[in-house]
């Protein structure tokens, strides 16, 4: 018929979690198969031709490297079809905005790529699965999601990959975009947009991961009051490509960690100053020197966000200058 294709591409998560019972709070993540998601939801075949792809069936907080790859990969081979009109990741809800977000600088097409998950498992009471991928559906059909980068559509609102943040360990509202806010909202199988993320995304990008085997080394150091410097000497000892400093307020350090990093960035090591704050930008030169140590402002990329920015720009190139204007355009 003139439904338009959408592949379902299942890699686990709560989504496709079961437990014992109705209301049993605990359960096992990643247990239900591709076709029994899609045959829970059987109002989606009114508004597309639904296949599936089981690629992974993990609990997200065992998201890798490998798995990215093979999914960028994966889906835009997909997308470079003809007959595929918009991919739906089912995905955990741990990483799933370093998912979205992978993607959202690796991916080559306009059409829509939208990431989906649930906070109750799909044995729960009132679980909040079937109508997210529902929706998730509604959201790759429909003609306004191209051009807007990769979308995570979760309990009836729709987010660009790059500001939202996963923000309650338990809550079905708990992604939010606490920068920028919502793209759009789903209301009675239709999306509703009210913005577009401004910064360069899929097809506007550089990096291409066709043919990378494996990521540069790039890790997350915490600050806190009394931190230790021992993750930055275990990372600098490993040799760690880059890392990224989870700041105190304006992505500031605790001095054994600033000089831990600032000696680490004289040695090579890729620099990135974030903030643990969870909202708000980390802005260059604000409290600290940033030309004199060749550190990095991650402005409001989340330290596992800079992260993967950060990873993928030292495919590119090694010159932290470079590396800056990466975190101005993406
Ligand atoms: N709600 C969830 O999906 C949590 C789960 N641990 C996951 O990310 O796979």
């Not at 605990?26 to 109002?43: E, F």
């Not at 079809?81 to 905005?97: C, F, L, S």
């Not at 809550?171 to 910064?199: C, I, W």
């Not at 230790?228 to 700041?247: E, R």
Request: proline share 3%; aromatic share 6%.
């Amino acid at each position: 018929g003139d439904l338009p294709n959408i592949k379902i591409l299942a890699t686990g998560g709560t989504i496709a979690g079961a437990g014992q019972s109705a209301t049993d709070s605990s359960y096992t993540a990643g247990k239900v198969g591709v076709d029994s998601l899609i045959h829970a939801v059987p109002q989606m075949t009114k508004i597309a031709n639904i296949s599936g792809e089981q690629v992974v069936s993990i609990g997200s907080q065992d998201m890798n490297d490998e798995v990215w790859l093979k999914l960028a990969n994966r889906v835009n081979a997909l997308l470079a079809k003809d007959d595929v009109d918009g991919v739906v990741i089912t995905h955990g809800t741990d990483t799933m905005e370093e998912t979205a977000y992978f993607l959202d600088l690796t991916v080559k097409s306009d059409k829509p790529v939208v990431l989906v998950g649930a906070m109750r498992p799909s044995t729960a009471m009132s679980a909040d699965g079937p109508v997210n991928l529902y929706n998730a559906v509604v959201t790759a059909v429909d003609a306004e999601s191209k051009g807007r980068g990769v979308l995570v559509a979760m309990n009836d609102t729709v987010f660009d990959a790059r500001d939202v943040t996963k923000t309650s360990t338990t809550a079905v509202d708990t992604f939010q975009s606490p920068n920028m806010g919502p793209l759009g909202y789903v209301h009675n199988s239709d999306v509703k947009y009210q913005r577009s993320p401004e910064r360069h995304h899929t097809t506007e990008t550089v990096f291409d991961v066709s043919k990378v085997k494996a990521l540069p080394k790039v890790g997350i150091v915490y600050n806190y009051a009394n931190a230790t410097d021992l993750p930055v000497k275990a990372m600098v000892d490993a040799d760690f490509d880059g890392i990224v400093s989870a700041g105190v307020g304006n992505g500031n350090m605790y001095h054994t960690i600033f000089d831990g990093l600032a000696k680490a960035s004289k040695d090579g090591v890729m620099v990135v100053r974030s903030a643990r704050t969870g909202s708000g930008s980390t802005t260059l030169d604000a409290e600290v020197d940033d030309a004199k140590y060749g550190f990095v402002a991650s402005g409001t990329l989340n330290p596992q966000k800079a992260r993967i920015l950060l990873m993928l720009s030292l495919t590119q190139t090694q010159d932290y200058k470079e590396v800056q204007k990466m975190f101005q355009y993406y």
